[in-house]
C-alpha cells in the first residue's frame, strides 16, 4: 500500500502565516517539528503495512523507501513555505550588506552618484508637487475659479464684479480683491504692511473662516461703513503678542482707526498674495463717477462654483452677465469684443511659472537617468570581478533567479543607502532652491521636505535601484558558469564591455541635452539684458513712497508732498538729480488706461490702451528717457496750467504715421483733452521680451486723483545704493511717519524682472554641471577598467616598438570616440526636445548653432581631461612586469 502523499502547506492562510512567523522567530524548533512530522507519517506508512501482514523490520524498511531520503524531505518542507523566502531575503541583505562593506570605495562612489540623482528629484518633486500638482489648501479647491476678461485676470473691474454678483446663478460665493499696503502705526516705528482690500465674500470663496472672531459681512461693503480689518496668525504673533484680546481692538491703519473683526488659522495661505498679513473690506462705490479708481481695470474676481456646476457653465453665465453689463452702462470703458470667461484658479496662477517647472523636471529625470546610468556601469565592472563566485553559486545549484534575486537585492541596499543620502542632499537643496525662488512662483511657502516628499524620495530610489540592478543581474544570471570558472582568474571584462560602451554614450548623450539646454537659457538671458530698455540704469536708486493719511487725500495735497519731498532729495549731497513717476519701468508696476483722440469728421475716434505715467518735472532727464520731439514735462505744467500730456514714440508711430502730434489733443479714461506737447522715446514697462507698448505722461500736478503711491527715481555720484538711507532720512524730514519701501538700484530691478528665466537658467545650469561631471566619471571610468583589463596588450605593444603618443592615443582615441558617439547622439536628441524650452527663449532659436557647437566643443575639452589619467597610467605600464605578471 502506497503512502499518503506529504503535501507541503503553501498559501498566505492564518496557519501557514503562523507557522511561517514561528519558524523564523525559532528555526531549530520549526526543525524539529518537521522531523516529528515525518517520523508521524512513516509510523502511519509502517503501521499500515504491518495491518496488511508485512512484519514490522520490513514494513519500516518499505515505509522509509517509499517516503526517501528525510533530510531532503526537511528541504523540501522549508523551503516550501513563504518564510523561506523571507529568511533569504534577509540574508541576501545580510550578504550584500558584508560585501558593500567590503568595498568601500565602491559603495561610497555607487551611493554618492545616485544620491546626486534621488536628491535633486527630489527637491524638484518638493517644490513642483505643491505648486503644479496638489489642489489649493482650500476645501473643495477645484470648485475656485476666477474671471477672466479678455484671457486676463488682473484687469477686472468693480463694474463686472457687481454684474457676476447680480445677474449669475452659478456660484456660492465671489469676490472681488486688490492690493493694499496700510501703514500700521504704533509704538515702534510704523511697518508697511502687505495686505488685500477685499469685497466681504472673500472668505467665503476660498472657504475659510477666521480662527477666532468673525468674518466680513455684507454691511462691511457699504461705503462709509465702519472700517474692519482681519489679520493673519503671523502679524498677530508679531505685533500684537498673541494677545486674544486684539478681536474687537482698534489698530491704526494709514492714519484710520480700524476694528479688528478676526484672526485668520496659523495654516491659512492666501494663494492670490502669499505676502498678505491683513484684509479690509473694498467698499467701493458703485454711483461714483467713472473717472475714480473704484471704476479701473485693477482688480481679480474669484468665484466659488455652486454644487454641480462646471467651469463651462460658469463662463456661459457670467459671459451672458458680462455682456449685458457692457452694453448697458459701460460703453465707453469696454471693447465690444470683449470676452468675459471663468478658469481654475489654480490653472491660472501656475500658467506662468509651469514651463520653467516642466523644464525643471525634464532637467532633474535626466541627472537621475545618468546617475542610474552610471551606477549600472560600476555594477557591471564589479560584476566582471565576481564572476568566479557567480559560477560557483550556480555550480552549488542557485538557478538563474536565485541569481538574479542575489544582485537586484544588494542594487536595492545601495538604493535605499542612496536614498538617505538624497534627502539630506534634497534639505540642502529645497532651501537654495527657496532662496533663489523667483517672487511670482506661486506656494513657495509650501515648499518643503515633509512626509509625502519622504515618501517619494524611498520610492524612487527603490525603483531606481530595480533600474541600475537589472542589467548586471541578468548579466550576472545568464553566463556559463564552467567558463567563468576557468576564466576566473583573468580580468577581461568580455562581451559586457560593449554594453558599458553604449552606456557611456547614453550618458554623453543626455548630458549634452541639458549642456544644450543651460546654453540656450544663457544666450537667452544675455540677449534679453543687450536689449534696449529706453532709460539708464547706471548711478540710479529707485524707491517708493506711498502717502498715509487723510491729508492725502486731495490730489493737489499729493503732489505738493511729492515735489516737496523731492525738493529734500535733491539737496542730499551725491544726488545730481531727482524725480517721481507712478509706476516704474520693469518693476512690477502696471497701470493701464484706455485713451482716444478728439473726434475727427464727427465720429467717435477709437478707444486703446496705454500706460499712464503720472511724472514729476525733471522725470525725464533723470531716468535718460530722451525726448524725441516738443519737450517734457515741466515745472510749468501746473495744476492751474492747460493740461498737457507727452506721448512714446510708438504711439506717435501708431497713431500719426510720419505726422507730427505736437498740438493734437488726447483724452485718457474720462479726463482731458491733454494737448500733446512732446514724444518720448520707447521704454520697456512690462518685461524686457515685451514689445513696446503706447504710453502717455501726465504731470503728476494735473491727474485726476491723488497719487498717493510714487515711485522716485534718484541720480548719484558713485554708488547709487550709498546714498539710500540720506534719501530716506531726507523724505523723513517732511513726515517721519510715511514709510518708503522697495529701495532698489534700477540695475537691480533690470536684473529682477528676468528671475524667473534666471531661476531656469540657475537650475538647468547646476543639473548640466552635475551631468557634465558624471558623464566625465563614465568616460574615465570605461577607460581606467579597460587600461587596467588590456595592461597585458599594452605592455606587448609597448614591447614592440609601440612609442608613448601611440600608446596615448590608443587610450585618448577610445574616449573621445565614445565621447564623439554621445554627442551625435545628444544633438539630435537635444534639436528634438528643446522644443519645450521654445516659451523661455528669447532671440535665439532653440536650433542656435553658436550653442550647440560651444556645448560640442566644452564636452571634447572635458572628455579629454577625463582621459587623461587613464593615457598617463597606460604610457607608464612596464612590458616587462605586464607579461610576467600574465
Known sequence: MAPPPLTP?????????????????????????????????????????????????????RARLAWGDSVAIRESVRSSGWEHLAATLVDDVRQGARRLRRSPGFTTVAVLTLAIGVGASTAIFSAVNPILFAPLPYP??????????????????????????????????????????????????????????????????????????HDFTPDDDRPGAARVAIVADSLWRRRFAADPAIVGSTVRLD????????????????????????????????????????WGHHLRTIVRLADRQSLASATLDAAAAGRAMIAAHRPETYAPDTQVSIASLHGTLVAGVRPVLVAMTGAVLLVLIIACVNVTNLLLARGAHRRGEFALRAALGAGRARLVLHVLTESVLLAVLSAVAGVVFAVFAVRALVTIAPAALPRVAAIAVDGQVLAFALALATIAGLAFGTLPALEAAGRDPHRDIQDASHRSAGGHGRVRRLLVVAEVALALVLLVGAGLLMRSIGGLLSMPLGFETSDRLSLQLQLAGRRFNEPAAAARFHLQALDAVRRV?????????????????????????????????????????????????????????????????????????????????????????????????????????????????????????????????????????MSYVVRAIGNPAALARGVEQAI???????????????????????????????????????????????????????????????????????????????????????????????????????????????????????????????????????????????????????????
Open 255 to 294: 492714519d484710520t482707526p480700524y476694528v479688528v473683526a478676526g484672526v485668520m488659522p496659523a495654516a491659512f495661505e492666501d494663494v492670490l498674495a502669499p505676502a498678505a498679513e491683513i484684509w479690509t473690506p473694498l467698499q467701493y462705490d458703485p454711483a461714483l463717477p467713472s473717472d475714480g479708481r473704484e
Open 573 to 709: 549731497p551725491g544726488v545730481t538729480a531727482a524725480a517721481a513717476t507712478s509706476q516704474l519701468p520693469l518693476s512690477g508696476d502696471r497701470d493701464e488706461y484706455g485713451a482716444r483722440f478728439d473726434e475727427e469728421g464727427g465720429r467717435p475716434a477709437d478707444r486703446f490702451a496705454v500706460y499712464r505715467y503720472a511724472v514729476s518735472p525733471g522725470y525725464f532727464d533723470t531716468t535718460g528717457i530722451p525726448i524725441l520731439r516738443g519737450r517734457g514735462i515741466d515745472e510749468h505744467d501746473r495744476r492751474d496750467a492747460p493740461a498737457v500730456v507727452v506721448i512714446s514714440a510708438a504711439l506717435a508711430a501708431a497713431r500719426f504715421g510720419g505726422d507730427d502730434p505736437i498740438g493734437r489733443r488726447l483724452h485718457v479714461g474720462s479726463a482731458g483733452p491733454f494737448t500733446i506737447v512732446g514724444v518720448a522715446g520707447n521704454v520697456r514697462q512690462a518685461s524686457l521680451a515685451a514689445t513696446d507698448a503706447d504710453a502717455v505722461y501726465l504731470s503728476v500736478d494735473q491727474t485726476w486723483y491723488p497719487e498717493t503711491t
Open 9 to 61: 502547506r503553501r498559501g498566505w492562510r492564518w496557519p501557514a502565516l503562523v507557522r511561517g512567523i514561528r519558524a523564523l522567530r525559532d528555526p531549530a524548533r520549526a526543525d524539529r517539528d518537521t522531523d516529528d512530522e515525518i517520523r508521524h507519517f512513516l509510523d502511519e506508512s509502517a503501521a499500515d503495512l504491518e495491518a496488511g501482514g508485512v512484519p514490522p523490520a520490513e514494513a519500516r524498511r
Open 140 to 213: 473643495a479647491a477645484d470648485r475656485i475659479g476666477i474671471v477672466l476678461e479678455n484671457g486676463r485676470a488682473d484687469v477686472s473691474t468693480f463694474a463686472m464684479y457687481r454684474a457676476l454678483a447680480e445677474e449669475t446663478r452659478t456660484f456660492d460665493a465671489l469676490a472681488a480683491m486688490r492690493r493694499w499696503q496700510p501703514a500700521l502705526a504704533g509704538r515702534d516705528v510704523p511697518e508697511r504692511l502687505e495686505g488685500q482690500r477685499v469685497t466681504s465674500g472673500f472668505f467665503a470663496a476660498l472657504g475659510v473662516a477666521p480662527a477666532f472672531g
Open 732 to 886: 523723513w524730514t517732511l513726515d517721519k511717519d510715511q514709510p518708503i519701501v522697495r529701495v532698489a538700484t534700477l540695475s537691480a530691478l533690470v536684473e529682477a524682472s528676468e528671475a524667473q528665466r534666471r531661476f531656469a537658467l540657475r537650475v538647468f545650469g547646476g543639473f548640466a554641471a552635475i551631468a557634465l561631471g558624471l558623464a566625465a566619471i563614465g568616460i574615465y571610468g570605461i577607460l581606467a577598467g579597460g587600461v587596467s583589463e588590456r595592461r597585458r596588450e599594452i605592455g606587448l605593444r609597448a614591447a614592440l616598438g609601440a612609442t608613448r603618443p601611440q600608446i596615448i592615443g590608443l587610450v585618448v582615441g577610445q574616449g573621445l570616440a565614445l565621447a564623439a558617439a554621445g554627442a551625435a547622439v545628444g544633438l539630435a536628441v537635444a534639436a528634438f526636445v528643446s522644443r519645450g524650452l521654445s516659451t523661455l527663449l528669447f532671440g535665439v532659436s532653440r536650433l542656435d548653432p553658436v550653442t550647440y557647437g560651444a556645448v560640442v566643443a566644452l564636452l571634447a575639452l572635458v572628455a579629454a581631461a577625463a582621459c587623461a589619467i587613464p593615457a598617463w597610467r597606460a604610457v607608464r605600464i612596464d612590458p616587462s612586469i605586464a607579461l610576467r605578471a600574465d
